[in-house]
């Protein structure tokens, strides 16, 4: 028998084997990675892994991982999985040592079917700068009632003492009255509005930060600066953690709804537990048989391919 036979036989053999014994590789199949970060539960980089909720959500381009929603591109810094939190980056986001003005930020907007289990932390302060009079921000506010305030230990106030302000050759400060013009900043909390939308709002350009418990009392040069976002999963995850549990990977449908529970090359709408027996019974009976009588049909052919035809009457007899 020549060599190339003999590999051919071989591969067929391996191809055969792999096609019939169940896989568990359901984890290493979802779970990626992106640079440095870790891609798990509940996003995903693959279509069917994660949560429904969070499909199309993360993109991995070049090792930098980016974070998609109706408002623009961020790019992610962190994943915050005890926390359940993640640390995102607008390149047009103002900070301490740079103020973009011209509207060019994303700001941060959620679809609406995302809002209830996506927003940034409570802790996340949005200062909307050079925000015109008539921005909706103003308007219904008057006086002391401008929603422009402290949150979290850090406002305007202290945003002004950043070396980027005297670039724009100083600023307006907070007024007592409506009337003498409105701030230059604005600090809002997103639950005050809802979505960061600089050409809803009618401002110029915006900054982000959020503390990190202790906050550090060297002022605004030393926030730190990004959008963080709280995520939960809405419904009870006892699927996720039954399916995890049982050596699954979470995963959805088709439909990009329903969950599945993926145990290798088998899915469940519950658990591994409830394919494994069903499984094992399967490929002890039909797949042996198909097994069976897939060697018997190799070795007819190899003998009538390499052996006289008696020869090859007498093995298969």
């Known amino acids: 028998m020549s060599a190339s036979t003999t590999m051919l036989i071989l591969s067929f053999l391996y191809l055969l084997f792999s096609a019939l014994i169940p896989s568990n ?29 969070f499909r199309e ?61 996506m927003n940034p932390t409570a802790d996340n302060v949005f200062m909307l700068i050079g925000c015109s009079a008539q921005s909706p921000l103003f308007q219904g506010f008057p006086g002391k009632h401008l929603p422009c305030r402290n949150v979290s230990g850090m406002s305007c106030e202290e945003y002004y003492g950043c070396p980027a302000w005297d670039l724009l050759g100083g600023h307006r400060k907070v007024g007592s009255m409506f009337g003498s013009g409105p701030p230059e900043c604005c600090a809002v909390p997103f639950e005050a509005i809802k979505a960061i939308n600089l050409t809803r709002l009618q401002c110029e350009g915006y900054s982000s930060a959020y503390s990190l418990a202790p906050l550090r009392l060297d002022g605004a040069n030393g926030w730190s600066y990004g959008i963080r976002v709280k995520y939960s999963v809405q419904e009870n995850d ?28 088998l899915n469940s709408t519950s658990n591994c537990d409830s394919v494994k027996s069903s499984s094992t019974r399967t490929y002890s009976v039909v797949d042996s048989y198909t097994l069976i009588g897939s060697l018997v049909c190799l070795l007819a052919w190899i003998t009538k391919n390499h052996y006289p035809s008696p020869y090859v009457m007498h093995l298969i007899m």
């Open 238 to 265: 006892e699927f996720c953690r039954a399916c995890e549990a049982t050596g699954g990977t979470c995963g959805y449908g088709t439909d990009g709804i329903r969950q599945l529970c993926m145990c290798g090359k």
């Open 57 to 117: 959500l993360l993109y991995c381009i070049n090792d930098v991982l980016m974070f998609h929603i109706s408002s623009g591109s961020y790019r992610v810094l962190d994943i915050d999985y005890a926390y359940q939190a993640l640390t995102l980056h607008d390149p047009h986001m103002s900070t301490c040592d740079n103020i973009v003005l011209g509207a060019k930020g994303n700001g941060f907007s959620v679809e609406q079917w995302r809002a209830p289990y």
């Open 25 to 53: 590789s359901g984890n290493a199949t979802c779970r990626s990675y992106c640079g440095n970060l870790t891609i798990d539960y509940p996003f995903a980089l693959h279509s069917g892994c994660g949560h429904p909720g």
